[in-house]
């Protein structure tokens, strides 16, 4: 039987693993508005990453979006553990993990449910420029 993924899929994933991150983890409801407010001040586009340990998609998509923070580095990329701060998930009507929203101006343009890399890529490069 052969590997789940191509020799190609599992070189392209191992490079994103490696690759710097600008994510920040946020632990606090307090640290969360940090960074949103961070967004409001220095207009920049902010994408969140609401997902869980427990979740295999999430850990899947992870070192994408790790990657995708390098390559856009004028953006703010954070991620939510969801059962960590559920009034967060709440507040952004999170229902299923992995879910990526997309913020500009304090408002929601865009998501992205599920662990899709090529949507999450395409979004994420339209709503940095």
Not at 4 to 13: H, K, N, T
Request: aromatic content about 10%; glycine content about 4%.
């Amino acid at each position: 039987m052969g590997s789940y993924f191509s020799s190609s899929s599992a070189a392209a994933y191992e490079s994103e693993s490696t690759g710097e991150s600008n994510v920040i983890a946020v632990h606090s409801k307090d640290r969360f508005d940090e960074q949103f407010q961070a967004h409001l001040t220095n207009k920049k586009t902010l994408f969140i990453d609401f997902s869980a340990s427990w979740c295999g998609p999430c850990r899947m998509i992870e070192p994408t979006f790790k990657a995708l923070s390098a390559k856009f580095s004028q953006a703010i990329f954070v991620k939510v553990d969801v059962d960590e701060l559920p009034e967060v998930s709440r507040q952004w009507k999170v229902e299923a993990m992995p879910t990526f929203v997309i913020v500009k101006d304090g408002n929601e343009v865009s998501r992205v449910i599920g662990a899709k890399k090529d949507e999450l890529e395409r979004k994420i490069q339209m709503f940095s420029s």
